[in-house]
């Protein structure tokens, strides 16, 4: 097996219809620019409300990309 080198990335992706949509626009969005994501980890989910209705979703995450040898 071979030793792989990670740098970490932290982008915010946003949705208004649901939190795992927003994380999958972050990750669409990064993978346009960065190579290598293979892995991500959440670090904090927010959402906007109104009337008690969630009308937006804000998703922060650190997404890992592998360091080309």
Known sequence: M???V?????VTGSS???????VQAALEKASATVH???????????GHI?????????????AGFRIED
């Open 36 to 46: 290598n994501l293979e892995w991500f980890n959440i670090q904090e989910v927010r």
């Open 16 to 22: 208004a219809i649901s939190s795992d949509d927003a």
């Open 50 to 62: 109104e009337g008690g209705k969630i009308l937006h979703w804000q998703v922060t995450l650190k």
């Open 6 to 10: 990670y740098k970490l990335l932290e």
């Open 2 to 4: 071979s030793e792989h």
